[in-house]
């Protein structure tokens, strides 16, 4: 059974002007271990794919005209709220583009993390290491060892001291860090990371993909990682989906798509990246190319 | 005309200690020296934190010196009286970062582009009639058409905003572009538009530009020389071949080693994943 698989989901949204259709027959199968990069441009219906699988677009404007999304054998549409509020945060875990405006200013870090953490071992203690039935108190401070912890983990120095300081006290870096650990403490087996490295320098997305780069070595889970850098998914991904327009264009293994692209779009997307070699005024864009592959 | 740039060095003052005291200032630039030539386009590259706004800043006349001195055209910057200032502006103007915020959501484009326009009224002496066909000029110029004269920024997507920021700034005919980031908040695809518009107008209307980003791949596309920031000062910098193919300081290869290559083949991480 594939830990992620994505059938044929339709989504459309509503806004004054009327419905929209914009995802159009999504497919996708993620299995353990594999780290699947979803790359396209801006609108192409990437996030909204992401977040389908958290459920969190809010319905009305979203309506789902056909299709399922299954988490380990569940499908993530018919789920009740209650049982979908247990499977994010402990079963699949998010993080966002802007980490920045996904902490909360006004509160310090440790609190934000330790609330998740009890969010987590109120759903299933053993995350926390306790077994069933533990007392409140031990699930606080069973909570606040585990958010020290994954601090450490993902690299933050001092963490026993730092995780008393406010968000505003950490570099964009930092903060990413931050987010992951909180995604992480869950210990999901699902990770949907949006954007995650797109508001960093490069120095610093290069440790940011290694963290998530061993995490999945590590624990084995499966992730869904969008962008629209195609040098962060030759990096790292293991597959590759190219999306335009609410389809997926092309998917596979990231050597095969990359290399021998078999789309149209997707060579142009690679075209669209300067490299090393790209003489000047060689770079082309994507402008008008598009409206004949557009349904 | 060229822009020299010696020693200069600026700190921020420290935070309050007491009534008379102030705590140890920040060296945000410290001994920086660069000249751009004529014609070129020279890249400046460095990781957020590293000075190159500040430096920017310090061009535009927009921040005191602490040490050293910014020459354009052989004239000191920093010396100069508020008019002449504002003549020197119109020679020099800046395409900023953030097209989302660094338009006004209230005003239409032909409002926009034509702001400078009337700015430097005493320069560039057009009516209203005159003005308003110097903006169409403008934005067909940077690939826009007589249909969006009227709309506001918000109808725009982020690349058209970009291309209204270029607009705006090229109203008044400067020589010297400052470009901070002009594509960081772009899709690769938009990107690799408004690169090819910048590359175009620099060949026919004769521009220098400084080039401000953090993606390597970007200004070797775009740029003649490069310099490397790191925290104030500057690191190395050359001719973009040299810089890229060998670079001399640890900093330097460990950015280019962080630059993601769209090879999957050259992956650090696909070593141990046999393929």
Same mark, same amino acid.
């Given at each position: 059974m594939a830990l992620l698989d994505i059938k044929n989901l339709n989504l459309a949204m509503t806004s004054y002007e009327g419905e929209t259709h914009i995802l159009h027959g999504i497919d996708l199968t993620i299995e353990r271990g594999e780290i699947w990069g979803m790359v396209g441009e801006t609108g192409s219906g990437k996030s909204l794919t992401g977040l389908s699988v958290s459920r969190l677009i809010p319905s009305p404007p979203g309506r789902y005209l056909a299709g399922s999304i299954e988490f380990r054998g569940k499908d993530l549409l018919r789920v009740t709220d209650k049982e979908m509020r247990v499977l994010r945060g402990r079963h699949i875990g998010m993080i966002f583009q802007d980490p920045t405006t996904n902490l909360n200013p006004a509160f310090r870090i440790g609190t934000q993390l330790v609330d998740v953490a009890l969010h987590a071992g109120r759903a299933d203690p053993s995350v926390l290491g306790l077994a069933a039935g533990a007392s409140r108190g031990d699930l606080r401070r069973a909570a606040q060892r585990v958010a020290v912890e994954m601090l450490e983990k993902v690299g933050i120095s001092k963490a026993a001291t730092r995780i008393n300081d406010y968000p505003h006290q950490f570099?964009?870096?930092? *903060?990413?860090r931050v987010l992951i650990a909180m995604a992480m403490i869950g210990k999901p087996d699902l990770l949907i990371a949006d954007e995650p490295t797109t508001a960093l320098d490069v120095s610093v997305q290069a440790q940011i993909l290694r963290l998530i780069h061993d995490l999945v070595e590590e624990?084995? =889970?499966?992730v869904l990682l969008i962008t629209h850098n195609l040098g962060v998914v030759a990096q790292i991904c293991s597959h590759v989906a190219v999306m335009y327009r609410g389809r997926i264009l092309e998917a596979g293994p990231v050597g095969d798509v990359l290399k021998r692209p078999g789309h149209s779009y997707t060579r142009a997307l690679l075209n669209?990246?300067?490299?090393?070699?790209t003489k000047r005024g060689e770079l082309k864009g994507l402008n008008g190319l598009m409206p004949e592959t557009a349904a | 005309m060229t822009l020299e740039i010696q020693n200069v060095t600026k700190i921020f003052p420290g935070p309050r200690r007491g009534f008379f005291d102030r705590g140890e200032g920040f060296t945000a630039l410290e001994n920086v020296s660069l000249s751009v030539q004529k014609g070129a386009s020279f890249g400046l590259v460095g990781e957020s934190g590293s000075g190159k706004t500040t430096l920017t800043r310090c061009i535009l006349g927009l921040e005191t010196l602490s040490a050293g001195s910014i020459l354009f055209d052989g004239a000191d910057i920093h010396k100069l009286t508020p008019l002449q200032m504002r003549r020197l502006r119109s020679r020099l103007q800046i395409v900023f970062q953030d097209p989302y915020a660094s338009l006004d959501p209230r005003m239409t484009i032909h409002d926009i582009v034509a702001e400078p326009l009337v700015i430097h009224?005493?320069?560039v002496r057009l009516d209203a009639r005159q003005r308003s066909e110097r903006v169409l000029e403008l934005l067909l110029q940077v690939g826009l058409t007589s249909a969006h004269l009227f709309r506001y920024p918000h109808e725009f997507s982020g690349?058209? *905003?970009? *291309? =209204?920021? =270029?607009a705006r700034a090229l109203a008044v005919r400067p020589e010297f572009l400052i470009l901070d980031e002009p594509t960081s908040a772009l899709d690769v695809s938009v990107q690799a538009d408004v690169l090819n518009l910048?590359?175009?107008l620099q060949k026919e209307l004769g521009l220098t530009y400084l080039f401000i980003s953090h993606d390597l791949g970007v200004i070797r596309y775009i740029c003649d020389d490069v310099a490397v920031i790191y925290r104030g000062r500057l690191i190395e910098q050359g001719p973009v071949a040299n810089i890229f193919d060998n670079p001399q300081s640890d900093y330097t290869r460990m950015l280019l080693d962080a630059m993601p290559d769209p090879d999957p083949d050259r992956s650090p991480f696909r070593k141990a994943a046999a393929r």
């Open positions: 570099s964009g870096g930092m *903060r990413q624990r084995n =889970i499966g669209a990246v300067p490299t090393a070699y | 009224g005493d320069l690349g058209q *905003r970009q *291309r =209204i920021g =270029i910048l590359h175009r």
